[in-house]
């Protein structure tokens, strides 16, 4: 199987998705969860973190994280998927892995898709047919970020802030936004750069992003590399390229 490419800078936002092992079940009961999003707040914290969206599904999470450290995201990750799997294995007495060898990380445009990631992660419920509302789903952010209360876990994106001037007209205009659809060209965008690891956003965000890497972000098909092409740092299609994520 082709690997996602994995791009570290500091100050980055970033969409994560983590599946379970031949997408099994994660979570079995309300504890799991809780002890999820516990460990997420925890490692956070640790590794200079910060949480914008969330949602755990049955068998697989999606966040929007942003860190001050260039390996922040990675080992937040690490940190909760290994404890986790630790703690639910022994709690429901099972062995082996529990997740996917590696999560998939891209880069988010804050200008342009953060505020619809964070739309594409609440509604994820919602587009699985699980409720029909997302404020119906107990086990995701949109309770924080669309009511004034928060929650000690979410700190908003700088994207998030520009939607008004006081918490209450934001929360307000983000629900406003959450019932918009969001156009199928913006949910391929946003599935292609899971699947790849490339930036998602603009020319400019992507110019920025090979500066800052000093290398060619691209994209390639499947099959041995060019000897003469070892200056770009290319990405190899995942065996399960066309499905949803």
């Known amino acids: 199987m082709g690997r996602a490419l994995r791009i570290r800078l500091p100050n980055l936002t ?13 979570f079995r009961r309300t504890q799991d969860y809780l ?20 949602v755990l ?17 990675s080992l937040l ?27 998939h990380a891209s880069p988010i445009d804050s200008d342009r898709y953060c505020l619809a990631c964070y739309r594409y992660i609440e509604l994820n419920p919602v587009r699985a047919g699980i ?13 924080a970020n669309s009511t004034a209360a928060g929650s000690p876990l979410i700190a908003p994106h700088p994207s998030f802030l520009t939607l008004a001037q006081t918490p209450i007209q934001r929360a307000a205009r983000y629900r406003d936004l959450v019932r918009e659809a969001l156009p199928g060209e913006t949910l391929d965008t946003i599935r292609e750069g899971l699947r790849t690891g490339l930036p998602v956003g603009d020319a400019a965000f992507k110019r920025n992003i090979e500066r800052a890497v000093q ?27 066309k499905k949803r994520v």
């Open 131 to 143: 409720v029909g509302t997302p404020g119906a789903y107990r086990w995701s952010s949109y309770g």
């Open 77 to 103: 990750l690490q940190y909760v998927s290994g404890q986790y799997a630790a703690r639910f294995n022994k709690r429901h007495e099972r062995r082996g892995a529990l997740w996917e060898g590696r999560f």
């Open 215 to 241: 290398r060619t972000l691209a994209k390639r098909k499947p099959g041995r590399p060019r000897k003469n092409a070892q200056d770009l740092l290319t990405v190899e299609w995942l065996d399960d390229e």
């Open 14 to 26: 970033f969409h994560v998705v983590q599946r379970g092992h031949n997408r099994a079940p994660t």
């Open 35 to 54: 002890e999820y999003l516990s460990l997420v707040r925890i490692g956070g914290q640790r590794f200079e973190t910060r949480i914008h969206a969330y």
């Open 57 to 73: 599904m049955t068998n697989h999470v999606h966040l929007l994280l942003t860190s001050n450290l260039p390996d922040g995201v």
